[in-house]
T-cell receptor, first 111, second 114 residues
Framework: QKEVEQDPGPLSVPEGAIVSLNCTYS??????FMWYRQYSRKGPELLMY????GNKEDGRFTAQVDKSSKYISLFIRDSQPSDSATYLC???????????FGSGTKLNVKP | DAGVIQSPRHEVTEMGQEVTLRCKPI?????LFWYRQTMMRGLELLIY????????DSGMPEDRFSAKMPNASFSTLKIQPSEPRDSAVYFC????????????FGNGTRLTVT
C-alpha cells in the first residue's frame, strides 16, 4: 500500500465552481499535511500547510484534515482560470527526512 | 530570496552521454532532495542530503546515477551513461533548519535522452 493516494483526475470545472481535491494516507503517525500547486513547466510550490486535524483557511483555499479517516482535502472556492494547475498532496515522515507525494490532480478551470 | 536554482533548464543529449544537473539550494537550508517526475510514476525521491551528507539514496535507480554535495550551496546529479528511459524532469528541493520545514522546489531540469 502506498503511503499517500490521490484522486488522479483530471478535473475540469467552470469558473466560479467549488473544487474539492482529495488524498488518503496509510500511516496514522503522520501529523503534518501539505498541498503543493504545480503550474506547467514549473516546480511545485507550497500552497497550504496544516498540522493535525481540522481546517485551515487562506483566502479562497481551505485545507481539511480528518485523521480518524486518514483523509485530507483541499477546497477551492470561486475557482479562477489562474487556478488551473496540478495539485499534489504531500505528507512528511515523522522526522521530515522523507516527503510522500500523491500522484497529483490536474485541474482545469474554464472561463 | 532567490529560491532554489537549477541548471540547465533543458538538456537534450544522446544515449550514452554523461549528463550533469546542478542545484543551488536556498541559503541557510540544510536539507537537499533530488526528485524525478514522470507522467507514469509522478514524483520519485532519488536522494536526500542533510548537512551535505547523503542520508538516503535508496531511490537512486542504478549505479549510473550519482549525486554529490561538496558544500552547503551546491549539489550535482550525474547520469553516466544516460539512457532514453532517463528522460524526465529532475527537481531539486531544499528545506530549512527549523523543525517541520516544508520543501521548496526549483523549476527543474527537463532531460531528454534520444
Amino acid at each position: 500500500q502506498k503511503e499517500v493516494e490521490q484522486d488522479p483526475g483530471p478535473l475540469s470545472v467552470p469558473e466560479g465552481a467549488i473544487v474539492s481535491l482529495n488524498c488518503t494516507y496509510s500511516n496514522s503517525a503522520f501529523q503534518y499535511f501539505m498541498w503543493y500547486r504545480q503550474y506547467s513547466r514549473k516546480g511545485p510550490e507550497l500552497l497550504m500547510y496544516t498540522y493535525s486535524s481540522g481546517n485551515k483557511e487562506d483566502g479562497r483555499f481551505t485545507a481539511q484534515v480528518d485523521k480518524s479517516s486518514k483523509y485530507i482535502s483541499l477546497f477551492i472556492r470561486d475557482s479562477q482560470p489562474s487556478d488551473s494547475a496540478t495539485y499534489l498532496c504531500a505528507i512528511p515522515s515523522v522526522n521530515f527526512n522523507k516527503f510522500y507525494f500523491g500522484s497529483g490532480t490536474k485541474l482545469n478551470v474554464k472561463p | 530570496d532567490a529560491g532554489v536554482i537549477q541548471s540547465p533548464r533543458h538538456e537534450v543529449t544522446e544515449m550514452g552521454q554523461e549528463v550533469t544537473l546542478r542545484c543551488k539550494p536556498i541559503s541557510g537550508h540544510n536539507s537537499l532532495f533530488w526528485y524525478r517526475q514522470t507522467m507514469m510514476r509522478g514524483l520519485e525521491l532519488l536522494i536526500y542530503f542533510n548537512n551535505n551528507v547523503p542520508i538516503d539514496d535508496s531511490g537512486m535507480p542504478e549505479d549510473r546515477f550519482s549525486a554529490k554535495m561538496p558544500n552547503a550551496s551546491f549539489s550535482t546529479l550525474k547520469i553516466q551513461p544516460s539512457e532514453p528511459r532517463d528522460s524526465a524532469v529532475y527537481f531539486c528541493a531544499s528545506s530549512g533548519q527549523g523543525a517541520n520545514s516544508p520543501l521548496h522546489f526549483g523549476n527543474g531540469t527537463r532531460l531528454t535522452v534520444t
